[in-house]
């Protein structure tokens, strides 16, 4: 069974700090995606990285995947309330059209 | 319309009662999926259907049941619920890109409420 671990779990910064999320798996996956989920909705694709050591940026997200593509890094310069949400990672698996999630990781901004 | 639509967006049963969630996707997608996403643990794939054939179902017990009468179409038949089985239920589609990966996209979900 392949699983990815996110961590953390919950964060809780002030606006205008930085952070990073992670995700990581003992698992090779084909491509690694992140979304992001807000209350009574579903999950939104942002990025998907497929490339061992791939660096992708959306304004002030900064994703990379793992040279392996075992593991994911989601990093947040000088967030804002607007990233509230669950961030979810997913690994898609070669040969199946499937994805498996991570358990997400729920970040707030305070103003 | 766009993407993919989920109805109802609430929906509160009683353990006896049958009903059905629906999902439509207008992305031209050949493949669809139903998660089940509880509080604090990890989406649940339930089922997937690929060019309307189903491919997997992850041991979901008998009181689900789903349906796929075309590609752009799915259904989850809902009857003899259990309180435990009050969840957000999420359908996704995705057409596999040139090189095998996948991307889904997500309905709004239904919250789903077993009493």
């Known amino acids: 069974t392949q699983l990815l671990e996110q961590s953390p779990q919950f964060l809780s910064i002030q606006e205008g700090e930085n952070l990073t999320v992670y995700c990581n798996s003992s698992s090779v996956f084909s491509s690694l995606q992140w979304y992001r989920q807000e209350p009574g909705e579903g999950p939104v694709l942002l990025v998907t990285v497929v490339t061992g050591g791939e660096v992708k940026k959306l304004k002030r997200l900064t994703f990379q995947f793992g040279d392996a593509r075992k593991d994911s890094s989601l990093h947040i310069t000088a967030a804002q309330p607007g990233d509230t949400g669950l961030y979810l990672c997913a690994g898609g698996i070669q040969g199946a059209q499937k994805l498996v999630f991570g358990q997400g990781t729920r970040l707030t901004i305070n103003p | 319309e766009t993407g993919v639509t989920q109805t109802p967006r609430h929906l509160v049963m009683g353990m006896t009662n049958k009903k059905s969630l629906k999902c439509e996707q207008h992305l031209g997608h050949n493949a669809m999926y139903w998660y089940k996403q509880s509080a604090k643990k990890p989406l649940e794939l339930m089922f997937v259907?690929?060019?309307?054939?189903?491919?997997e179902n992850n041991s979901v017990p008998s009181r689900f049941s789903p349906e796929c009468p075309n590609s752009s179409h799915l259904f989850l038949h809902l009857h003899t619920l259990q309180p435990e089985d009050s969840a957000l239920y999420l359908c996704?589609?995705?057409?596999?890109?040139?090189?095998?990966?996948?991307?889904?996209?997500f309905g709004q979900g239904t919250r789903l409420t077993v009493v």
């Open positions: 259907y690929n060019f309307k054939e189903q491919t």
């Open positions: 996704a589609s995705s057409q596999r890109d040139r090189v095998g990966n996948t991307e889904a996209f």
